[in-house]
């Protein structure tokens, strides 16, 4: 069985300071892991994703995530935050060849604060 | 490069009324296609899925329906719109394997 935990529903960070989102999976399988960004009424955008390479993975806008097997974990971080990152993001955990398991989790609702 | 097109952007429709929601992809041949519905303040909900011509795998048994009369055309319907049917629907698609989903901007559906 499959599923994705994101720890936080809501996440405040000021300008410019570090951002981090967690995200915890379950997987009988070997699992590919993505993050979405999500701006208000707008579709899902990609901003990364993890198919059993690098461990650690760089996505657009400056964002990041390290797989960490031993942790079930898939974490998001950006070094500064943007006014412009404030958006829903959604951790995503997927198995090879199975349309029906992609699981997303619920969601963390990032606000920047000036 | 892969587009992705899903229209109307927002519609109201009457309780009881049905329902017609168009997806397209441009720039690929035989993605897997993908409708997904999400409620306000939750995740999303897997609705239906395909992986060919004629092919719908349901994930919510409800009173929507999908079809796939195009290889890169993908359509959800109603017969009769309930108010719970409200909500944000979002179509993707992705290649074959691991690859990531690719979403469409999304239809807001209010049911009056």
């Known amino acids: 069985a499959q599923s994705v935990t994101q720890l936080d529903s809501h996440v405040s960070v000021s300008e410019g300071t570090p951002v981090l989102l967690r995200c915890n999976y379950s997987?009988?399988?070997?699992?590919?892991l993505f993050w979405y960004v999500q701006h208000p009424n707008k579709g899902l955008q990609l901003l990364l994703k993890?198919?059993?390479?690098?461990?650690l993975v760089k996505g657009i806008n400056g964002f990041e995530a390290e797989f960490k097997k031993s942790e079930t974990s898939f974490h998001l971080t950006k070094p500064s935050a943007h006014m412009s990152d404030a958006a829903e993001y959604f951790c995503?955990?997927?198995?090879?060849?199975?349309?029906?398991?992609?699981?997303f989790g619920k969601g963390t609702r990032l606000h920047i604060l000036p | 490069s892969q587009t992705i097109h899903q229209w109307p952007a927002t519609l109201v429709q009457p309780v009881g009324s049905p329902l017609s929601l168009e997806c397209t992809v441009e720039?690929?041949?035989?993605?897997?296609l993908y409708w997904y519905r999400q409620a306000a303040g939750r995740g999303l909900q897997l609705l239906f899925y395909?992986?060919?011509?004629?092919?719908i795998s349901s994930e919510v048994p409800q009173n929507l329906s999908a079809s796939r009369p195009q290889d890169r055309q993908f359509i959800l319907s109603s017969k009769k719109l309930l108010l719970s049917d409200s909500g944000f629907y979002l179509c993707?698609?992705?290649?074959?394997?691991?690859?990531?989903?690719?979403f469409g901007n999304g239809t807001r559906l209010t049911v009056t």
């Open positions: 993707a698609w992705r290649g074959q394997g691991l690859g990531a989903l690719h």
């Open positions: 997987s009988s399988y070997s699992p590919s």
């Open positions: 993890y198919t059993s390479a690098a461990t």
């Open positions: 995503v955990v997927s198995a090879p060849n199975r349309d029906d398991k992609i699981i």
């Open positions: 720039g690929t041949s035989n993605p897997n």
């Open positions: 395909s992986v060919g011509i004629g092919q």
